[in-house]
């Protein structure tokens, strides 16, 4: 303790502040402070907007935000069902879609559509104007697999081809069965066709809380299989 005193005393000498340094300090700070409370030289209506294609001047925030949004790569599809019809999801404006990455080999697909779970889910939402297509982008299957699959299984839904993998890569898709629920492009729920423990539809819920005009309580899950 002693020796820390000493030192402290020793550091802490008294500084002697020249009368000079003290005028340039005040001009400088007096400098500072006509910069600060001057107004600004330029504003963004004194700017030239010749030219200016995407100037963002004189726009207000919330407007900047939502154009930065429209910009951003949206989930918009056009894929051909198993018959050859091309769906375009541009032309399903403010439509809700269900996407449902499906493969009919697949073990964890198998028990939903086995117990017709897919199936009703989809002719329900149907019902509220929903359009519901499994989407397969698996490379092995076949335009032929799929519809004895969807003969078999009795789906009434549309299954889209994406056997070269591309859109479900865009959106990312990852394994099968993985939902997602979009609308205008944009992705409001994605995950878990249900909870296998409590049996909990999240799919449905989700799209009921849409058109209820709701933000989806539970925008991702953890999509299994």
Known sequence: MHIFVRSYIRICKPIVIPPVLVIELSFMTLLALILVLSPPLFSA?????????????GQKSEDIKSNASDEQGKFNFSLKDLDGKLHDSAKMKDKIIVLEWTENGCPAVKPLYKANKVQKAAAALKEKGVHWFSVCSTHYNTVAGLK???????????????????????????????VFVI??????????????RSGENYVVKAVDEILAGKEVSTPRTRAYG
């Open 148 to 178: 004895k699959f969807k003969e078999a299984k009795k789906v009434q839904h549309k299954i889209l081809q994406d056997f070269d993998g591309k859109f479900g890569k865009k959106i990312g898709a990852k394994r099968t069965p993985h």
């Open 183 to 196: 609308k205008n492009g944009e992705i409001l729920y994605q995950g878990a066709f249900d909870d296998r």
């Open 45 to 57: 209506d004194d700017h030239n907007h010749d030219g200016c294609e995407n100037c963002t001047c």
